[in-house]
């Protein structure tokens, strides 16, 4: 395989200018270019990864870290990102959570590795590292940005979305369709996310005289198993409630489950919602009624911020995303006749 030394050999030029008409970078005169692109061409010289690293100052590469590599959550943000950079001629590395400390050493650890491939630049989607933790990196760390959390440290580098509105728009959707005990899964209450959807849930309904110390609450993981659980939980304690709210759609998709199982028919005896959107929503059974997060707007316009910190580019990047309801079979009016 030809190297660059070869090149600038057959070319009758110096390394450094071979180098130079490879990376793009200093002046060549027009005559010196055309001879080492000749010999380029003779060898068929196709500079390797590290090669390219070392001539133009940056990998080409993009860091990504999230807390699991499964589920209907993450694998369509990592869609996105991908072919975001794709696009942009760029290449993706993944670390995900392994090992055997807790979530928050996994996270930095996982940071680290990243760091340490050589990314140009990281995008941490991740809501259990501290404030220490983005500090511990240096005064001049690898350029990163956040999804789906915040730090004062670095807020213009953080990018999310509106949870307050999304817990108030799920609980709004169920006043209207009449519904007043309704089941209310929770995602670990560790997650500051979860935290803040389930407050502004909570809030909407006590805002209409529900009272939300009564209502029929559980905590679960996120997981289809947890929904499945929380749906066997609420038939086993006796409770009647005509509505569940799930604060994930994998829980939601659980809770489908299990009462489809159970012969409980949803959502003639039981409306379900859930949250997010994501795509296995429309294609559960019923499908899914759930709160749609704008999650390919916030990761779209994260990247767009990465890659202008990295390499200097303008793309355009903004911060606002609509938060809306996407109605499907899952939910009806409470106490509507069976069809």
Not at 232 to 254: H, I, P, Q, W, Y
């Amino acid at each position: 395989m030809a190297t660059i030394k070869d090149v600038a050999r057959l070319a009758g030029v110096g390394l450094g200018t071979a180098s130079r008409v490879v990376s793009g970078k200093g002046s060549v005169s027009p005559a010196t270019l055309a001879k080492v692109r000749a010999a380029i061409d003779e060898l068929g010289f196709r500079p390797s990864h590290a090669a390219r690293t070392l001539l133009s100052g940056n990998s080409k590469m993009i860091g990504v870290y999230i807390p699991v590599l499964s589920g209907t959550f993450y694998t369509p943000i990592l869609q996105i990102i991908d072919t975001e950079l794709r696009a942009a001629g760029l290449h993706m590395v993944v670390a995900f959570g392994a090992g055997l400390g807790g979530a928050r050493q996994q996270a930095i650890e996982g940071m680290a590795f990243l760091v340490e491939r050589g990314c140009d630049g990281l995008i941490l989607m991740t809501n259990v590292l501290q404030e220490e933790d983005i500090s511990a990196l240096g005064p001049r760390p690898t350029p990163m940005v956040v999804l789906n959390h915040h730090f004062d440290s670095i807020a213009g580098q953080c990018f999310t979305v509106d949870h307050t509105l999304g817990g108030k728009l799920a609980a709004r959707t169920l006043l209207d369709h009449g519904h007043r005990d309704i089941a209310l899964v929770s995602g670990p209450a560790s997650l500051p996310d979860n935290v803040v959807r389930v407050a502004a849930f909570k809030r909407e309904l006590a805002a209409a005289g529900v009272d939300t110390a009564t209502i029929w609450m559980v905590e679960k993981d996120f997981s289809p198993a947890g929904g499945w659980s929380a749906a066997k939980e609420l038939v086993e304690s006796g409770r009647r409630c005509t509505a569940m709210f799930c604060a994930n759609d994998e829980m939601a998709a659980g809770a489908l489950s299990y009462f489809q199982e159970a012969g409980i028919r949803v959502p003639h005896e039981i409306s379900v919602i859930g949250y997010d959107d994501t795509p296995s929503a429309e294609f559960s059974a019923p499908r899914l009624t759930t709160v749609h997060m704008p999650w390919r707007e916030m990761t779209q316009n994260g990247v767009s911020d990465l890659l202008n910190r990295c390499y200097g580019l303008q793309r355009p990047v903004t911060r606002n995303y609509p938060v809306t309801m996407t109605l499907r079979a899952s939910l009806a009016r409470a106490g509507a006749a069976p069809s």
